[in-house]
C-alpha cells in the first residue's frame, strides 16, 4: 500500500467513460451480478477485487459484450459509453470490442507467427497503411508488454511457443496494438514473475494517459500499486466502490475490511 | 464338432483357472500378503497356457491331419498303379474318398476299394487324435501349471508376458496380412509386366487400354495396355468430386460448429452422418437413374451434346457421396479450436468471419487436410457410382460430359468378365497396385503435411 502514485486532485478532472447501472447478469438461472452500479473513469485505472466466483470476470465481459459469445448468458440493465448505450440495437459489438480492447484470464494467443499475432487487431481494422507502419506499431506494441528483447529475434515464430507468462505479455502487446480506448485486463498478471508484473503495471500506468484501463486482480498490493479507484465485488453483488486510497485505508464496509485484512476470500 | 472341442478346451482353460486360483489360496495359508502374485493371476496364468496349448495342438492337428491323410494315400496309390497323370491320381483319391463316405464314385475296382479301406481307417484315427490330442495337451499343461503354484511363483509376471505376447501375435497378424497383400500384388505386376515384354513404359504412358483383346499365347500386346486413359478417367472424377465435396463439406462444417444454434446442430449433424451411411450403390442407381439424364437434358437444352454416362454425372454424386466425411471429420477439428481463441478474437473486434477465417481454420488446418486427403482415397478407390455412371469405354478425354472409365471400374470389368481368371488377374493386379502405390503417396504426404503444421501450432 505504499507507492500510491496519485493524488486526490487528479481524479477531479475526470470524465466518466462508462457508466452501468442496475446490470444483472445470468447463466440460465445463475445470477451472477446483482444490481450492480459503476462508473469508469477517463484517464484512470479502476481495479476489481472479490473473492473467486464473485462475478468479476462475468461484469468486465459485460463491458466490451463478450458475454453475447455465451449462448446462456443474459444480460440486463444499462451500460452507457460516452452516453451511448452499448446494448443498443444500433450498436455493433464487434466496433464496440474494437474500442473496448480485453486480455484474458488465460493467455490465449493465435495459432500464428508472434509478429501476426500482434499484427492482428491493426490488420483487421485497417490502422495501418503499409507493412513500415504495421512493423512499427508491432515492435511499439512489443516494447510497451516489454516482451521485445525476448520476442524480436523470433517474430516470424509460433506465438504458442512461447512460456506462459510470455505469452500473457504478448496477448498484452495483441490489445494494445489495436489502439483501445478502454482496455480490460482479466487478472493479466498471474502467469508473471514479479519483474514482468513490476513492467506490467508500469506500462498499465502509462496506458492510463491515453485510455482508461480496467483491471481484475487477486493482489491486494497490485490493485492498491496501479488503481485510482477500486470496486469490490462479493457475490455477485457490488459491495464497495471508491478512490482506492480510501478502500485500502478506510473502507465503509465490513466485508471489504475483512476481504482486504484476509479475513476471507 | 470343431466348435465343440474349442469349447472343451476353453471349459478345461475355465476350471484350471479355478483350481489354480484356489490352490493359491490354500498355500498362501489364509494370508495373502504371503503370495508374490493374488491368486487371481495364478488362475490367470493357467488358463492362459491351457487355452494356448490346447487350441494350439487342435489347429495343428486340423491342418496337418487331411493333409497327412492326402500324402499317405497318395503314397500308396503311387506304389500300387505308378506312371499316372496328376488328373488321373486325383480322380482317383476323390473316387477313394467318395466309396468311403458312401458317396458316388466314377468307376469302382479293386484298387479303389483298397484305398477307400485304408482312407476310412485313417478318417477315423484323425477323428479320435483331433479329439483326444487337444484335450490330452489341454489337461496336461493344466497339471503343470497348477503344480507351479506357489507363495513365491511369479504368477502375474508370467501372466502378463503370456499376455503381451498375445497382443503381439495379433499385430503381428495384421502386419503379415499387410505385407502378404502387398507382395501379392507386386508378384503379378512383376508377372504381368513380364507377359507384356517388360515394355512398362507403355503401361504407364500409353493411351490405348485393351488389354484383353490382344492375347496370344498367353502373352500380352504391349500395345494395348496404356493406362493413362483410366487415370485420367479416375483423376478428371477425383477433381469434380472434391470440387463439389470440399466446399460444401467445410462450409456445412463451419456453419455447424459456428453459426448453428445447439437446437439445429443437434440434428442437423446426425443427418449428415446418416448421409455417410448410404451405401454407395444406392448413390450409384441415383447418377445413373437420376443426376446422368438430368445432366443430359440441361445440356442439350443449352445446346452440348452430352454423352449419357457422363463423367461430370459420377464425379458430382460422388461428391455428394463425399461430403459427410469431410463435413463431420472437419467440424470435429474445428470445435477443438479452443473457445479462449475465438474469444481472443472478438476480443480484438474481430467479426465471426475474420475469427474464422484467421484464427479459427488455420488451427484446424491439419484436421482439414487429413479430412480432404481421406476424401481423395475414397473418391479414387470408389467403384459403384463410376460402374454405374462413369462409362465402360477408355476414353482419353478432360471433358466432364464424355464418358470416361475409372481404373476401379476396369478392374471390377476384367475381374468379373468371361475371360479366364489367370489372365485377367495381372493387369487387374497391376492397376490395383498402381492405385494403391498412389493413395499411399496421398496418404504419406498428408501426414507430413499434417506433422509440419502441428509443430507450428502447438
Ligand atoms: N460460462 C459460464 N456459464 C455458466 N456459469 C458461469 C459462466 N462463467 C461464469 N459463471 C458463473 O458466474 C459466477 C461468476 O463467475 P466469474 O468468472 O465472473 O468469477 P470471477 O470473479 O472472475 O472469479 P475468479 O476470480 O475465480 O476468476 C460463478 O458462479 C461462475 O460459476
Ligand atoms: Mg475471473
Redesign the pocket.
Known sequence: MTNMRMTEQDLGVRENKIEARGVDVF?AD?H?IKAVDVDILDNTVTSFI?P???????FLRCLNRMNDT?P??RVTGDIRMDGNDIYDRSIDPVQLRARVGMVF?KPNPFPKSIYDNVAYGPRIHGLVRDKAELDEVVEKSLRKASIWEEAKDRLDQPGTGLSGGQQQRLCIARAIATAPEVLLMD?PCSALDPIATAKIEELIDDLRTSFSVVI?T?SMQQAARVSQKTAF?HLGNLVEYGDTQKIFTNPEDQRTQDYITGRFG | MPGLIILAILAIAAVFFSLSRARALNVSGGQLSNLHSRPFYHGLYSLLWVAIIGLGVFLTVLFLGSNLINMLLLGEAREAFPDGSTIEYQLLMNDARAIASGGIPSRVDTLREALAGKYATLENIYAMSLLILPAAAALLTGAVTLRQVDVNWRARNRAERVIRFILLGAAVIAVLTTIGIVLSLIFETLNFFNNIGWRVDKYLFGTRWSPLSGVHDGSMDADKVGAIPLFAGTFLITIIAMLVAVPVGLFAAIYLSDYASPKVRAWAKPMLEILAGVPTVVYGFFAAITVAPFIRRTGESLGLSVASESALAAGVVMGIMIIPFISSLSDDVINAVPQSLRDGSYGLGATKAETIRQVVLPAALPGIVSAVLLGISRAVGETMIVVMAAGQGANLTLNPLEAVTTVTVQIVMLITGDTEASTAAGPAFTLGFTLFCITLVLNVIALRVVRKYRELYD
Do not use: D, L, P, R
Not at chain 1, 473467486?52 to 462475468?58: A, D, E, H, R
Open positions: 447463466y445463475t451472477a472479490g473467486s466466483g464473485c462475478g468479476k470476470s462475468t455465451i446462456i448468458c484470464q487478472e481484475v487477486h465485488f
